[in-house]
């Protein structure tokens, strides 16, 4: 093996409260890599990083600064290329990202593919989504009726169905119809095209819930209640994930049943 080739990457999810939501194996990567690149909520986790690593390097900036146009694409294109260059140096590379590093995160995906496309040691530690603290928090078991989750402005620009007896998570709700990849706000005009187009499944008075899962130890959850007729005037952030409770009792498929033998009855 080339000297070269020794570079490894792993990409490590830090949860989303301060410190106390990663794993031990994704903890030990972090103090035992030669560098660490970062992406995490604020200026705490960072510092909190940092003890535990002397080289962490925040990708932060590679996002548009001080009113600066860019598209996210570019972004990403430019962390990748900069987590590549020092895989491709023979370094240990670890990338902590936080939530699940490849929950609605393509950075990781692609900096793994490319390091293994080059013959490099690349693999991925899950992490503690915004999801799996969505659940705890407002206290739902999505086992029980199913879930969907879609990244909202791909629902909104394809043809999904959203399943209204099951959870229908929208994640980054925030920018919800942005097409240009530049923005990082919607607007309650784009929010109000994406009620019509749910109202097509859920009645306008349907409770759908605003959810911001805790930074901070200190902080509590954000779990807002509102009707889906006023979530254009709602308060929305880069952090919020919006969950549509089910709006339908589940149905039985009576055919399956037949075929099984058995009847609604004898599920209870
Ligand atoms: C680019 S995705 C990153 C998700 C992250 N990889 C994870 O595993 O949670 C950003 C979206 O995740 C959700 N998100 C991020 N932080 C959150 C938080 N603190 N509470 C609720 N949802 C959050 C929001 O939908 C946000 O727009």
Redesign the pocket.
């Given at each position: 093996m080339k000297a070269e080739n020794t570079g490894t990457l792993v990409c490590v999810?830090t949860g989303?409260n301060l410190a106390g939501q990663i794993s031990v194996l994704s903890k030990s990567y972090i103090e035992h890599a030669d560098l660490v690149f970062s992406l995490v909520?604020d200026g705490f986790a960072q510092h909190w990083l940092e003890t535990l690593n002397s080289d962490v390097r925040s990708l932060q900036p590679y996002y548009a600064q001080d009113g600066e146009v860019k598209n996210r694409r570019d972004t990403y294109k430019q962390m990748v290329a900069a987590i590549l260059e020092q895989v491709r140096l023979g370094k240990k590379v670890v990338c902590a990202?936080?939530?699940?590093?490849g929950?609605?995160?393509c950075v990781s995906h692609f900096a793994i593919a490319q390091a293994k496309e080059e013959g490099f040691n690349a693999h991925m530690e899950p992490?503690i989504?915004?999801?799996a603290?969505?659940w705890a928090d407002v206290g739902i078991d999505p086992g029980g009726s199913g879930h969907q989750s879609f990244e909202a402005s791909q629902f909104m620009f394809y043809k999904h169905t959203p399943d209204p007896t099951t959870h229908l998570l929208l994640?980054?709700?925030?920018i919800a119809g942005d097409h240009t990849l530049t923005e990082f706000h919607t607007s309650s005009d784009r929010l109000q095209v994406l009620v019509e187009q749910l109202h097509e499944w859920y009645p306008l008075e349907h409770e759908v819930i605003l959810?911001?899962?805790p930074?901070l130890p200190t902080q509590a959850p954000r779990i807002e209640r509102v009707s889906l007729a006023q979530l254009p005037f709602s308060q929305l952030s880069?952090?919020?994930?919006l969950l549509i409770p089910p709006a339908k009792q589940l149905e039985f498929n009576h055919q399956v049943l037949a075929k099984l033998g058995i009847t609604a009855d004898d599920l209870g």
């Open positions: 999810g989303l909520p990202l936080y939530g699940h590093p929950v609605f995160a992490g989504s915004a999801e603290c969505l994640w980054q709700i925030g959810y911001e899962a930074n880069s952090i919020t994930t």
